[in-house]
């Protein structure tokens, strides 16, 4: 792609976030936003370049939505949320002229593909199958224990599901016997998969040219309540080989252009399994965190590492040093209600006077009674930390995760 043959084209934002409009906005890049049709009179009322779209239709009509984009004069598409992702794939696979674009976006959201991909890249996974029917479960649940000389009387190790397609941990259920296959809902199918011990921990790669040009590394206190960045010394004392990794599966699913959000175990020998993999906006506020600790908006960085014209320059002036140039850690605790009915807001005093204490938005709702949990979605809230050391940060997080806000 041509930088001036794409000068003044748009950019178009695949699903609704402020934070991503606000932050193309002040990059000065023409764009047009593509979200649900509800947002349409936002959008208008603040001159916000708009198209509604309906993404539940999954790929059905990319051909009409690539058709609107292409007489807008647009060149690429950026996904923020995971079911943008394969729409940015059909997209840009017109828009670059390369058909493999949507293919590898597929890789990304279909978690038995991706599992596969990795395997056969010599990318360390734990053992996988995909289940059609709860016997497909208790089948696996009885393998995965024989080939690790379970006898009767002993415990099972757990199995994990999750559905072939959601985002992160939605439907994810741990499994350990027979009455845990019981209570699974009809969402068929699902990616069953043995247990990996070790610490769990995310990375943010910011990818241009096939290139990792900024590496995040964030560490989970628990995970789907809290994190903070960059990670604690412990963890940075691996980051050569996370890296290591990390390229590993930018070259084997052939990831050019964007942000992908991995996340791998760390096995107490010091050994990597790769988890899963996104190619989107991450939870967990993490982008928010990046901003705090390092000064840059991530996705600002999102944009212009999407885009093939962006300059080896301008990545270079943009991106700042990892880790030493992070002005301290960054963390954020998301509150989940342990009642049914809310009565009323607990923020303890001494939370507010700790200096590592910066900010909260728990809210009270205007319907008491506490919605059902999606996965680590619907949390009430989140806290904000900011602080110098590493070990304070995770006994903050840790503490206060076993507070009650919520009354």
Not at 91 to 115: H, I, Q, T, Y
Not at 289 to 304: D, S
Not at 309 to 329: C, H, I, N, Q, R
């Amino acid at each position: 792609m041509s930088a001036t043959n794409n000068e003044g084209k748009l950019t178009a934002i695949l699903g609704w976030s402020l934070p991503a409009i606000e932050a193309i906005d002040k990059l000065d890049r023409p764009y047009v936003v593509v979200g649900p049709p509800d947002f349409e009179g936002f959008a208008k009322e603040n001159d916000i370049n708009f198209v509604g779209w309906d993404f539940d239709r999954l790929n059905e009509g990319s051909e009409e939505l690539y058709q609107i984009l292409d007489d807008m004069d647009t060149k690429l598409a950026v996904p923020i949320y995971e079911e943008t992702v394969e729409w940015a794939g059909a997209l840009n696979a017109r828009f670059f002229d390369d058909p493999r674009v949507f293919n590898r976006s597929l890789l990304l959201r279909d978690k038995g593909l991706m599992k596969r991909k990795a395997q056969m890249s010599g990318i360390k996974v734990g053992v996988f199958e995909e289940a059609y029917s709860k016997d497909d479960i208790h089948r696996f649940l009885k393998r995965v224990n024989d080939a690790l000389i379970k006898i009767e009387g002993d415990l099972n190790d757990p199995i994990h599901i999750k559905p072939l397609n959601k985002a992160g941990t939605v439907g994810h259920m741990v499994i350990r016997d027979a009455a845990d296959i019981e209570k699974i809902e009809e969402e068929f199918p699902y990616l069953m998969e043995s247990h990996l011990d070790g610490q769990e921990f995310s990375c943010e790669a910011f990818i241009h040219d096939g290139q990792v040009k900024f590496l995040n590394i964030t560490e989970y206190v628990k995970l789907g309540h809290s994190n903070f960045v960059p990670a604690s010394p412990a963890l940075e004392a691996y980051r050569p080989q996370i890296l290591n990794e990390i390229q590993k599966l930018v070259d084997s699913f052939e990831i050019s252009y964007g942000v992908i959000h991995p996340e791998y175990f760390i096995s107490h020998d010091g050994t990597l399994n790769f988890g899963e993999v996104a190619a989107r906006v991450p939870g967990g506020h993490i982008f928010d965190l990046i901003e705090r600790a390092y000064g840059f908006n991530a996705f600002q960085a999102q944009i212009l590492c999407s885009d093939p014209d962006t300059t080896a320059e301008e990545l270079e002036a943009f991106f700042p040093e990892e880790v030493t140039s992070a002005k301290g850690y960054a963390g954020s605790l998301m509150v989940y209600p342990r009642v049914r009915l809310i009565e009323k807001l607990n923020v303890p005093d001494n939370l507010k006077a700790d200096s590592y204490f910066e900010k909260h938005d728990l809210f009270i709702p205007v319907t008491s009674k506490v919605a059902e949990r999606v996965g680590f979605g619907n949390h009430y809230g989140t806290l904000f930390f900011f602080g110098e050391d590493s070990d304070r940060m995770k006994e903050l997080l840790k503490n206060y995760e076993k507070f009650d806000f919520y009354l």
